[in-house]
């Protein structure tokens, strides 16, 4: 990178091995100099960018779409109407998803079942009257609520099952994490600052959410901003607040009314171990649950091949990273594999399928297995 920017090679040069790089940022963890790699990669994709303008098609989804609240509610809602139909199991058997990629056939095939949002729960303030510890608002995300609504409104309840107050701040919107990892920083900085003055409008001691690489994107919104004299302060302000789910829940404790059973594993989100250096808070919570053996999954700091759209665009190589990683899992045979981000959880749910574990191993999002632990349904 730095020859290229010198001049001393031409970007061509580096495009393949740069855009083959997963973007986990566990170089960052590792370097003893504290080289930001980060800033390094996301300087190249705003170059190429520049020189390579995105597909149509690429720019409407990060750009119109994934912002698009109403877009993505219809979208939810056609997914669901899909699935309850039964249609998903008309297209496989009639071999009509033959004409899509292997890529989005395989992603098709593991898609989890789409619920509807909590609306009743999302409305308003909420607490359960307890004493109450920190005020909190919930960031939802925009894959995050089209996938997995269950997850986030089962984030909602055990906080406040722990003593928080809880807000959904409805003028929220996508964190531009994808925008951003494609080089379209003009787009992320519009989404953060929209963001930004979304969550400015209530007192909150933090602001939550329960994705990884979101999370990863909104404790950065400072170093995007940074140059913007009008926002900069803001965006400091506002990237301390946001925390992961796990580290609010076992700052303050849950309480446990069942006991679970089975020997459980944690594959971490990349963005939420290297990006935002959160590492032991869910192991301590997998830990604290009653009746499980937790074990650790060797090479457990390794990518699972997810990396944002990695696995749609470089399929054949996210996949090669996803077998060594149901390599390791194996070693350990684990009954539930917990993760803390909708991208992995995906991907390992592909995992399970290759390996032929459907039925054998379970997927969750450490989310499920507290609330399940904890006594509180979706309902």
């Not at 994934?66 to 109407?81: D, F, G, I």
């Not at 809880?166 to 929220?172: F, G, L, M, R, S």
Request: negative net charge.
């Amino acid at each position: 990178m730095q020859m290229a920017a010198e001049g001393k090679i031409t970007i061509d040069e580096i495009t393949e091995s740069m855009e083959l790089c997963l973007g986990c940022r566990a170089c960052e963890t590792a370097c003893p100099t504290n080289v930001q790699y980060g800033k390094i990669l996301e300087s190249f994709k705003e170059v190429k960018a520049d020189e390579t303008p995105a597909p149509f098609m690429e720019n409407m989804a990060l750009q119109k779409a994934l912002p698009n609240k109403k877009l993505l509610a219809a979208m939810r809602a056609s997914l669901r109407a899909y699935q309850q139909a039964g249609l998903n199991s008309f297209a496989r058997k009639s071999k009509v998803l033959s004409i899509l990629p292997e890529q989005l056939r395989a992603f098709e095939e593991i898609a989890p079942a789409v619920e509807m949002p909590n609306k009743q729960l999302r409305a308003g303030t909420h607490s359960l009257g307890r004493k109450l510890k920190v005020r909190v608002a919930f960031f939802t995300g925009c894959i995050m609520d089209v996938f997995f609504a269950k997850i986030n409104d089962l984030s909602i309840k055990l906080l406040k099952h722990a003593g928080c107050e809880v807000t959904v701040i409805k003028e929220q919107t996508c964190c531009g994490a994808l925008q951003n990892h494609s080089g379209d920083s003009g787009t992320s900085r519009k989404l953060a600052k929209e963001n930004i003055a979304a969550f400015e409008k209530g007192s909150f001691d933090f602001v939550v959410n329960a994705i990884g690489g979101c999370g990863a994107m909104l404790v950065e919104y400072d170093h995007l901003l940074a140059d913007d004299p009008e926002w900069a302060e803001r965006a400091r302000v506002f990237a301390e607040k946001n925390k992961d789910v796990s580290v609010i829940l076992n700052k303050l404790g849950i309480s446990f009314s069942r006991e679970l059973s089975g020997a459980v594993t944690y594959q971490p989100s990349c963005h939420l171990l290297n990006v935002q250096k959160v590492a032991d808070d869910p192991v301590q919570l997998l830990e604290s649950i009653p009746g499980i053996t937790y074990v650790p999954l060797p090479k457990g700091e390794m990518c699972c091949g997810s990396a944002g759209i990695y696995n749609i665009v470089h399929y054949e190589e996210s996949m090669e990273i996803l077998d060594s990683k149901m390599e390791q899992v194996q070693k350990i045979s684990p009954d539930i594999i917990v993760t803390s981000n909708p991208g992995c959880h995906l991907q390992m749910c592909l995992g399970v399928k290759r390996e032929g574990l459907e039925g054998k191993v379970r997927v969750v999002h450490i989310i499920e297995l507290l609330a399940e632990a904890c006594g509180i349904d979706h309902k």
